[in-house]
């Protein structure tokens, strides 16, 4: 059995103007970068394989909450949103026939125009998932950590998510062959000591 824990990268300037970024590559902002400063990864997790989404956000995420860098892989990249990246959610929601719906709508074969359904976006994680040889972390994004939670609560977008997605938690699932098992609690980071 191998546990993975996923953490979310910190927030960037499109995440607080509630754009949708998917994969365009839009940096930490100043305030997450002095927050994830003040974090670190909490026993056992500061000795496992550390993994991150190749987008800087992700990157950087990891880089501080381990003073280490991460190996990367696109298997990890956020769902691509197509013509969607850059424009905002709730616009999105308002305006009649743009086919937008809210995740407990979605099905695993939803699809923004030109973007990823939740099935494709599964399709590039699961081989990632299995080729994982020892406990792990991954700083990735909400989409991939919805993917992965998803198959652990055999839940298939159809009503609301049986697990709510929160910042500088660690949100484990343990691998067992093809099966996934999630921890009922996520385990928060560490703050760091006052030097």
């Known amino acids: 059995m191998i546990r993975l824990a996923l953490l979310r990268h910190g927030h960037t300037a499109w995440n607080r103007a509630g754009q949708i970024q998917g994969r ?20 056992p997790w500061d000795q496992a394989e550390l993994w991150s989404s190749p987008l800087s956000r992700a990157v950087e995420t990891a880089e501080l909450v381990s003073d280490t860098i991460p190996k990367t892989d696109a298997a990890l ?11 905002k959610g709730l616009d999105l929601k308002a305006q009649p026939g743009s086919g937008f719906r809210d995740i407990e709508h979605w ?19 699961e081989p990632w998932l299995m080729r994982l040889k020892r406990d792990s972390v991954a700083v990735c994004h909400i989409g991939i950590m919805r993917m992965i939670l998803a198959r652990a609560h055999h839940w298939d ?31 928060r980071l560490l703050r760091k000591e006052a030097s």
């Open 24 to 43: 365009s590559d839009i940096p930490l902002d100043a305030a997450a970068r002095d927050e994830l400063a003040g974090f670190t990864l909490p026993a």
């Open 77 to 87: 990249t956020e769902m691509f949103w197509g013509d969607w990246e850059g424009r």
């Open 107 to 125: 099905g695993w074969g939803y699809r923004p125009p030109g973007g990823e359904s939740p099935a494709e976006v599964w399709s590039r994680i």
């Open 157 to 187: 977008f159809d009503g609301p998510a049986p697990f709510r997605i929160k910042r500088n938690r660690l949100f484990v699932v343990e691998l067992d062959g093809a099966a996934l098992t999630p921890w009922s609690d996520p385990v």
